[in-house]
């Protein structure tokens, strides 16, 4: 028997609980880890309230996006790993069919990479989420280059401190928005170029200051809601903004009047964009492993919780007090 | 003396009088034109009413985006083009600065082009705005190709016609959109492989349909308004909308949702990005000439209106009878 995470309905973290169930046998295409760190996301939390772009199609329903462990069994057909391989999950497969909280985890193999041998299980199951996701937007998508300005809105989220790196990475310049003073100070130790207190400060007076004029010609934000307006009036000429989240409860505008003067594309886009095209994960893979190799990526780890303490790790997540990512650990 | 459509302060068609004016003369950098005719655009209407993307410093006020004439002065330093040229304007200015509707027009060098020597003054001035707006919006942003499902809403305006024609010529499929039945017909005349009467059908359904399940993946829409949201419904993975207007009066939604699950990028455009940048606007010119000498491209006159007429003749406008370009004849 094995400990899964699992909730019967939807709710509050405490939904969450630890069911004790047979170790599940991987079928075709699929491999089995033995979990030894699981990586939380916000996705996550969204997903067992209800409120992700899916919902599970029963309940009890598993959840997890990410997980590392070593291979203990594989399916048919697997030919790509063998069994003893150390391993993480890349998330973009759909939580209706895999759910990674647990002792043990089962995923296609297509959504299964190595991670680089100098990183620990922690490490190699904060990387996908964040670098998949920020790559494609900034990279894929945006087209990243030199003398760029980003403007990153809640910067503080592992995926917005990676998208602060890959912007460094790119030598263009890294705004990063947070609503409170209180976690100024973290988003420029993680690099960023300017941090502007969204709380206190004018977001397009103070990009309109820092850029001479000319405005961010690329902007990362999970936020939406009436903040898209914000972010519109803070843009370049012919700026692409990249919508991947809704944090928000409010409904979104399209800003029309500065999408026809300024000739903005506004895109929706989450990590499966990247993660269902096997040419762009390839490319999104070797991107991360040369970053990671470089030191120019570096995954950072807020805490860890153990595996029995999962509601726990889901309230903290919901307090936005982390800077980095949240942890589970298998023993 | 000359006379020259001024309005003296916003509202209906009636605020645009013929001012009897003195004979202006070109300055450095611009032309002068002994226009022979007019192409009237909505552009000017929503001018006229206070309603459109800029507005008057002062009254009164000159307006007008397209004049046909011959060229009968040239300012200081200009080189391009002489007396006795035969050319129209390119609606690439702002109209605070220039207004083409009058006897006379004066616009600046860069705005002015020749036009096909087969064609009409009438149809010299109905060939610019609709063919650069749809060309930078399918060719230069939406990079159409053959066996693309191109989805025209309002199409029987001229640049809806103008994208049926570009959408043709590219080898793609045009699926026209139009609110009531009675221009259905007219819309198949134009070219349109398929017509999708909005009143009477659920547009997201017929595009399934009709794309076999995948959507448009390239859509071109002057309305916004909530009809943003249909669109994204009808559109497949991947696709982009381009917004060139903002016919609907009432706020556009960003349609989140689909726009995370699909990927959708939404654009906001107008003919600006392509007639302020001298290397895309040679580009348009090039493709449009093309067009125009192979008979892929035919502008398509509505009705002429003496000058005397133009109340009526943007009164007929508003109505949205016409089928094809207004254009105002100057004796």
Redesign the interface.
């Known amino acids: 028997m094995v400990k899964i995470v699992r909730f019967h309905q939807f709710g509050d973290a405490d939904v969450l609980q630890l069911d004790e169930l047979p170790l599940a046998e991987p079928g075709k295409g699929e491999v089995r880890l033995k979990v030894e760190a699981i990586g939380l996301n916000r996705a996550e939390v969204m997903f067992r309230q209800g409120a992700y ?1 899916e919902q599970p199609d029963s309940f009890p329903s598993t959840l997890g996006y990410e997980a590392a462990g070593v291979i203990d069994a594989v399916g048919e057909g697997v030919t790509e790993f063998k069994i003893g391989d150390r391993v993480s999950t890349i998330p973009g497969f759909s939580m209706k069919n895999y759910g990674v909280y647990g002792e043990s985890a089962i995923a296609p193999v297509t959504m299964v990479a190595k991670y680089p041998e100098k990183l620990s299980p922690q490490e190699g199951t904060a990387i996908w989420m964040q670098y998949i996701t920020a790559y494609g937007a900034l990279v894929e998508y945006g087209q990243i280059k030199s003398g760029d300005f980003v403007l990153i809105s809640a910067a503080i989220s592992s995926v917005g401190s990676a998208a602060i790196q890959i912007t460094k990475a790119a030598g263009a310049t890294a705004i990063a928005t947070t609503r409170g003073a209180s976690k100024k100070q973290m988003l420029l130790d993680k690099g960023a170029d300017y941090v502007v207190v969204t709380d206190e400060e004018d977001l397009p007076n103070k990009v309109m200051e820092i850029t001479q004029g000319q405005g961010a010609n690329l902007i990362f934000d999970p936020v ?1 809601g009436s903040f ?1 307006e914000t972010l519109a009036n803070a843009a370049a000429k ?1 700026a692409t903004i990249i ?4 944090l928000s409860s409010e ?20 990590l499966f ?1 990247i993660a269902g095209d096997p040419v762009k994960l390839e490319k999104a893979k070797q991107y991360m492993y040369d970053g990671l190799d470089s030191g120019k990526l570096v995954p950072i780890i807020d805490r860890s919780f153990p595996l029995e303490q999962i509601v726990d790790a889901h309230r903290y997540m919901e307090s936005n007090q982390q800077n980095g990512k949240i942890i589970v650990t298998v023993p």
């Open positions: 772009l939406a898209i012919g919508e991947y989240g809704a409904a979104t505008p399209f800003p029309l009047f500065a999408a026809l003067q300024k000739g903005l594309k506004i895109q929706g886009y989450t964009e």
